[in-house]
């Protein structure tokens, strides 16, 4: 039936009347669609994976919605009550919104607009949060910092969209006019500098009210999210997409804020996919998206992520932003590499995404995933250095990282060239991560210790190179931010994997350049870590090389002076001042050994190749910490006085095996007898004897042509290519 001018008309005046409460025709319309929801439904008729995960978010959900919750005036800083009740709010009213969607119970629904209508009456009272940081940019009104605003809204808006047609429309347009619009509005225009910023605040905020536009139907806040408040592509999310990842998808604030940004990059992606499946988002910049969840999981050791810069170290694969991310990656290649990881997250993520990951699961397409030898380039282009995960399986699941990476923005710690290893899956050579009790508000509000700054940040934290007792780029952020090492090698093959990178702007006048290899000896079925470090500069300094390390002091094989009646500071700056000096040598020339066991009941022995003006310093966290904010932490340090070069050359090696159920200990002393380090043009060549067996083990620093002949004592050799072992036994005469 046609209608009539007049119906048309009055019509166009209603339509015009009700514009700022207009949706869009479908709901839900993001994540969640109606076709999922079909599928959800269908999912939760049978026993299983998706059944099972919904069965435990409904037991959940319920106990919550018995409980009456509450919508408080903020006032605690994170970790603290309000903070922490906005944040169960947002997580109940996204589970209680799904539970409505797969069981049309509405108690759900109901659950959902009562909260939306109880923070409707508050928000437009609040000012900005009584706990926000002094001088800040960013303030939330609900939250003390705007980027849990933006999480909220990230899931409100998913919430809204779930129940929305079972609101009338008074109920829609309180909730639309007195919340949902003023919070994307403070987030956006009221925030610019955040909003259009290239950091995972920028991220979640972009997300937030880029999903707001779709469901409120503001198709120019979609756009703004994607390209910035003035829409040029100067912000927003694709600026975010292509200045935050490297073209292998690694995200360089590192694994912890990786994981973190994640999921608004996943979330708001698939909205996008939903709403505008033209846009392709996930197949911008050649998949970086996908190869971001990808690089993701690889980041990761024993299920935690590797803790550099500003990281958490309890964090792991089963975070809620991974489980979103393994299943979207899934959904979108098929691949079932990903159900693999999907299994060791046993968490089942509520959406139609979730139903093709617990169907897949269920059907046994799992296929291992391939955790791999890998140098990650930082930088838009790739080009801003690289972090190097080194991995092998020869008695034991091993990794050795070498963060020769960019300074990763705010969040990055002042530590060019540092490593971890892992053995046995624990963290053997360690660094300390984030000084940082996350969400305890009697320490410090849940946010970073001062310690942070004062220690965490600082060079001597980390296991690089210190010159003159002062941190990388003397600490500065934006310095650091402009300079970064370069990649000179990386290499698998059958004998290991090799690295080497270098950089001349951590310091004034100084090179540091540093090769470490995670090397198999044949014939022993064993790995070591082999770590030469060069250090060149144009006058003389002192320079330091920390290592810290995870387990119990067993033994030196020198004598050491230990400070058992007082201790003092190693320093007054940079780190050191939280530093107690708890022991001191002077070693004679040859190899220095420290040998401790970790808590996995191997033990681990550092073997040093000293000369006559090296010290070394045991050292302890704990120094002019009146808070007791630092974790007690071990670490030795050795120190060349008044030297212009230097290399540090040094072997760690894993052995033995201490059983405290059954009361054995096997081969607690280390095996190694030679240490040798020379250079031969282009070759860096170091001879280990360990466990009756001698080795040469041959690294090309530059790119030679092969196959390269070359002698060491009296023999002649042939490098096939960048890295080589050789068996020395058939060679000695």
């Known amino acids: 039936m046609r209608l009539s001018h007049p119906t048309l008309k009055k019509l166009l005046i209603l339509a015009v009347a009700l514009w700022p409460v207009m949706v869009s025709a479908a709901h839900p319309n993001l994540v969640i669609t109606a076709n999922d929801i079909e599928v959800m439904r269908s999912a939760i008729k049978d026993e299983g994976r998706f059944y099972d995960a919904y069965k435990q978010r409904q037991h959940t959900i319920d106990a919550v919605i018995a409980t009456d919750p509450a919508v408080p005036v903020p006032k605690d800083g994170g970790g603290g009550y309000t903070h922490e009740q906005h944040k169960k709010n947002y997580q109940a009213m996204y589970t209680a919104a799904i539970m409505y969607q797969l069981n049309q119970q509405q108690k759900y629904a109901d659950?959902?607009?009562?909260?939306?209508?109880?923070?409707?009456?508050?928000?437009?009272?609040?000012?900005?949060h009584p706990k926000r940081k002094e001088n800040s940019q960013n303030p939330g009104k609900l939250f003390w910092q705007s980027l849990n605003e933006a999480m909220w809204l990230v899931y409100t808006i998913q919430a809204y969209d779930l129940i929305h047609d079972a609101l009338d429309a008074e109920q829609r347009q309180k909730i639309e006019q007195q919340l949902l619009r003023p919070v994307a509005i403070f987030l956006s225009e009221g925030q610019p500098s955040t909003f259009n910023k290239v950091h995972n605040h920028g991220t979640w905020a972009t997300a937030g009210v880029g999903m707001t536009g779709y469901v409120l139907d503001e198709p120019e806040w979609v756009e703004k999210a994607l390209y910035g408040l003035d829409k040029s592509g100067k912000g927003g999310f694709i600026r975010q997409l292509d200045e935050l990842f490297s073209p292998q998808g690694y995200y360089t604030e590192g694994p912890y804020y990786q994981r973190f940004a994640l999921l608004p990059f996943v979330t708001f992606a698939r909205a996008v996919d939903h709403n505008e499946p033209g846009r392709e988002l996930f197949e911008h910049r050649d998949s970086v998206l996908l190869k971001a969840i990808d690089t993701t999981i690889q980041l990761s050791y024993n299920g935690l992520f590797y803790p550099i810069n500003d990281a958490i170290k309890s964090k792991g694969i089963d975070t809620i932003e991974l489980v979103h991310g393994v299943a979207a990656a899934y959904a979108q290649t098929n691949d079932p590499a990903y159900l693999d990881i999907a299994k060791r997250q046993n968490r089942i993520v509520l959406t139609g995404d979730g139903v093709r990951v617990s169907n897949a699961i269920e059907k046994g397409l799992v296929t291992p995933y391939p955790f791999k030898s890998v140098a990650f380039g930082d930088?838009?282009?790739?080009?801003?250095?690289?972090?190097?995960?080194?991995?092998?399986?020869?008695?034991?699941?091993?990794?050795?990282?070498?963060?020769?990476?960019?300074?990763?923005?705010?969040?990055?710690?002042?530590?060019?060239?540092?490593?971890?290893?892992?053995?046995?899956?624990?963290?053997?050579?360690?660094?300390?991560?984030a000084a940082r009790f996350l969400n305890v508000e009697a320490k410090f509000g849940g946010r970073y210790l001062p310690e942070n700054e004062s220690y965490a940040k600082q060079t001597v934290?980390?296991?690089?190179?210190?010159?003159?007792?002062?941190?990388?780029?003397?600490?500065?952020?934006?310095?650091?931010?402009?300079?970064?090492?370069?990649?000179?090698?990386?290499?698998?093959?059958?004998?290991?994997?090799v690295s080497r990178g270098t950089i001349d702007t951590a310091y004034p006048d100084v090179t540091l350049t540093r090769t470490l290899a995670l090397v198999n000896l044949p014939g022993l079925s064993r790995t070591i870590a082999v770590d030469v470090f060069f250090v060149d500069a144009a006058k003389k300094h002192q320079i330091d090389l920390p290592l810290h390390y995870q387990g119990q002091f067993i033994s030196a094989d020198f004598t050491y002076e230990p400070n058992t009646a007082s201790l003092a500071p190693l320093g007054k700056r940079a780190g050191y001042q939280h530093?107690?000096?708890?022991?001191?040598?002077?070693?004679?020339?040859?190899?220095a050994k420290v040998t401790w066991l970790n808590e996995n009941g191997r033990f681990y022995t550092l073997s040093n190749l000293i000369d006559e003006q090296e010290t070394l310093l045991f050292a302890q966290t704990g120094a002019n910490d009146p808070q007791f904010n630092l974790r007690n932490e071990k670490s030795l340090i050795r120190r060349r006085e008044n030297s212009q070069q230097h290399t540090f050359v040094s072997v760690l090696e894993p052995h033995g095996e201490y059983n405290p159920g059954d009361e054995y200990t096997i081969n607690a002393d280390s095996d190694l007898t030679t240490l040798d380090y020379s250079v031969d043009g282009a070759l860096t060549l170091v001879q280990v004897g360990i466990a009756g067996h001698d080795y040469l083990i041959a690294i090309a620093t530059e790119s030679l042509s092969f196959p390269h002949s070359f002698r060491y004592h009296s023999h002649d050799f042939e490098l096939q290519s960048r890295f080589a072992v050789y068996p020395l036994n058939n060679h000695q005469e």
Not at 111 to 128: G, H, I, S
Not at 408 to 423: E, I, M, N, P, S
Not at 579 to 591: D, F, H, N
Request: net charge negative; hydrophobic share 35%.
């Open 111 to 128: 659950f959902v607009r009562n909260m939306l209508l109880d923070y409707a009456e508050l928000y437009p009272t609040l000012d900005v």
């Open 379 to 433: 930088g838009r282009d790739g080009d801003q250095g690289a972090l190097v995960i080194m991995r092998e399986k020869q008695d034991a699941e091993q990794a050795l990282l070498f963060k020769a990476a960019s300074q990763g923005l705010g969040h990055g710690h002042f530590d060019k060239l540092t490593w971890q290893f892992y053995d046995k899956g624990q963290e053997i050579v360690s660094d300390y991560g």
């Open 461 to 497: 934290s980390h296991n690089t190179v210190v010159i003159d007792q002062t941190s990388h780029f003397n600490g500065d952020v934006d310095t650091g931010n402009k300079q970064w090492p370069t990649l000179t090698l990386f290499e698998k093959n059958q004998f290991g994997t």
């Open 579 to 591: 530093l107690w000096l708890t022991a001191s040598a002077t070693p004679e020339p040859g190899i």
